[in-house]
């Protein structure tokens, strides 16, 4: 029922906003309201706040059926999981209370901040620093490209509140986007995701509540990384969507195109081709959905069969994306087919959420 849901959805209200999202790269305010009608902003939080408890194979369905269409789009699905899923793990309940019931009833939207100028994927080298003063804590610093970042009214944010302590003197806190101190700083001009709003969040002096405080100190690289347990399937079925879409583009012109006297599918150049996109979807789709049933079961081998989702289904996304162009010959080099922005969109999968080289050093390591 889910999975048909959201393909009406992308087929009716996404697909034909696609390009022009694409083009101007304004984020679809439009669309996100879809999705919270719809509830595919609010996977993550408990039933009694209309969510589905975190469910990670449905918020996957979604994703993956939302991407065949737009990639932005379905980012913003991704986006407001990882804003989200920091609370879940670490908040009080009143937090929780205040968080989940804006997001279910006014459809406010989340984001994840972790990445600083000078620290991607070394994460413990954040320089944010959050002190206590009384009943609140001070954070000052510099986030950058944050998903949401220019929209979202929730930020969960990393900060060291022991420098000294490396991974261990990281904290997560809730802030508000209307804290004093808080501002939206630099919009990324993207290759690709041009409709999924990605910025700087800078933090001055912003005062914020003791009680915002996720975990506990020093709890913050474990909830950073849980989040991207979490994530990383999500964002595999990110990338095994936008495939699924190229691949069905290449497919149907490769069935009308005739060359040499038959259609071009029957030609073993381009038929292998096919075959061979074909596959790398099937065996994306076997690692996403592992990955998301061991998530949902609690399954401690998570970590590394999350890692090989992630990283197989972007490589075999950017794979099959440049192959359906060439399927398309001179056609899939012009904006009137999408494959363009398709590759564009792809692209990022193999870098956000820990780059598909981080994820070879987490599978080394288990190895």
Do not use: W
């Amino acid at each position: 029922m889910l999975r048909d849901s959201a393909r009406l959805i992308a087929r009716d209200k996404v697909a034909p906003r696609a390009r022009e999202v694409d083009a101007s790269g304004e984020f679809p305010s439009d669309i996100a309201r879809v999705f919270s009608s719809a509830g595919f902003l609010s996977f993550v939080l408990p039933e009694k706040f209309g969510g589905a408890d975190g469910d990670n194979v449905s918020i996957c369905l979604c994703v993956e059926e939302l991407a065949r269409v737009c990639g932005s789009s379905a980012l913003m699905v991704v986006g407001q999981a990882v804003g989200l899923y920091p609370v879940v793990l670490g908040g009080s309940d009143e937090v929780k209370s205040l968080c989940f019931r804006r997001v279910s009833e006014e459809g406010a939207l989340a984001a994840f901040c972790l990445t600083e100028p000078e620290a991607g994927s070394d994460a413990a080298s954040i320089s944010t620093a959050a002190r206590a003063d009384g009943d609140h804590y001070i954070l000052n610093g510099t986030k950058c490209f944050v998903t949401n970042g220019g929209v979202a009214g929730f930020y969960s944010v990393m900060a060291k509140t022991d420098p000294s302590a490396g991974s261990r003197g990281m904290s997560t806190f809730l802030v508000e986007r209307d804290t004093p101190g808080v501002s939206v700083g630099k919009a990324e001009d993207k290759l690709g995701m041009r409709g999924s709003s990605t910025t700087e969040l800078i933090l001055e002096d912003a005062r914020v509540p003791r009680g915002n405080l996720l975990g506990g100190e020093g709890q913050g690289f474990s909830i950073a990384m849980k989040t991207l347990d979490m994530s990383r399937p999500v964002v595999g079925a990110l990338a095994l969507g936008i495939a699924e879409g190229a691949f069905e583009v290449a497919r149907d012109y490769a069935k009308e195109r005739v060359q040499f006297g038959r259609p071009i599918i029957q030609h073993e150049a381009v038929g292998f081709m096919l075959a061979d996109m074909a596959t790398l979807i099937e065996a994306s789709r076997g690692l996403v959905y592992r990955a998301a049933d061991m998530f949902d079961s609690g399954d401690p081998g998570l970590s590394v069969i999350a890692s090989m989702a992630k990283s197989f289904s972007s490589d075999a996304a950017m794979k099959v994306t440049g192959d359906a162009i060439q399927v398309l010959g001179g056609y899939g080099y012009t904006n009137e087919y999408p494959l363009g922005r398709m590759l564009r969109d792809a692209k990022v999968t193999q870098i956000f959420e820990g780059t598909n080289q981080i994820q070879r050093l987490v599978i080394a390591r288990h190895l």
